[in-house]
């Protein structure tokens, strides 16, 4: 049974800092590409980041592309989104996934398992 636990939400004033962790249970983590989606109140869930098994290729939405950074530490099994120059607009419920592949995109389709998601609120 594959688990992911996030965490590392909470409230920040726009133009803050936050960093987001989520912990793999389960699966062999590092031969699977991780994921960060997000969904904001009455919208769909969006792509935020994709990072490939090994960490050596990532990639971002255009709107966050520059401010947020994805990052993943094999040894401990633990995928990472430093998250800066925050808006009020990453308002939303993040939530990390596990790629069905090495390499995964943006679509959810690619993503086979997913945690529970953290709050971010960025007040303006």
């Known amino acids: 049974q594959v688990q992911l636990a996030e965490s590392g939400g909470g409230l920040v004033q726009a133009g803050g800092s936050l960093r987001l962790s989520c912990a793999a249970s389960?699966?062999?983590?590092?031969?699977?590409?991780m994921g960060w989606f997000r969904q904001a109140p009455g919208k769909e869930r969006e792509f935020v980041a994709t990072?490939?098994?090994?960490?050596?290729?990532?990639s971002y939405a255009d709107s966050v592309k520059g401010r947020f950074t994805i990052s993943r530490d094999n040894a401990k099994n633990t995928v990472y989104l430093q998250m800066n120059s925050l808006k009020p607009e990453d308002t939303a419920v993040y939530y990390c996934?596990?790629?069905?592949?090495?390499?995964?995109?943006?679509?959810?389709?690619?993503?086979?398992?997913w945690g529970q998601g953290t709050q971010v609120t960025v007040s303006s």
């Open positions: 996934a596990t790629g069905s592949r090495r390499l995964s995109g943006p679509s959810r389709d690619e993503y086979d398992y």
């Open positions: 389960g699966r062999t983590f590092s031969s699977y590409a």
């Open positions: 990072i490939s098994w090994s960490g050596g290729w990532t």
